[in-house]
């Protein structure tokens, strides 16, 4: 798969996910839209050096080590781009992160293993 329909299929899961994440739990911040923007807008930022760690990764520790390396270090800097930009509390913000990160790498692992990869 393309990187660009990789990061378009994060975004259309993350997105979503953290407006009703934040708009379910009733949470003080800018807004679940802001939560929903600062969530797509946080993705496009790591994406690209996800992408590029993960070709680098791979071959020297493995699928396995190396996604669930990168995947906590994505889930702990969007979390920190989440909470400052709809000034959601820090704890928060990192659940909505990981919720959203486990949700679009999952779909991601699908479409790998779907695909034939795995």
Known sequence: ???V?????????EAPLAFAIVYLAKWRCR???HVALASAVA????HPQLWEAAFWAYPRFGVW????????LVVLVEGLLIAWMAMLAMPRAMLVSLGC???SCLVGLWF??????G
Do not use: C, R
């Not at 329909?5 to 899961?13: G, K, W």
């Open 1 to 3: 798969m393309p990187e």
């Open 5 to 13: 329909e990789a990061l378009a299929i994060s975004a259309a899961v």
């Open 31 to 33: 807004g679940p839209w």
């Open 43 to 46: 993705t496009a930022v790591t």
């Open 65 to 72: 080590p190396s996604l669930v390396a990168l995947e906590t």
């Open 101 to 103: 990160n486990t949700a």
């Open 112 to 117: 790998w293993f779907a695909g034939g990869n």
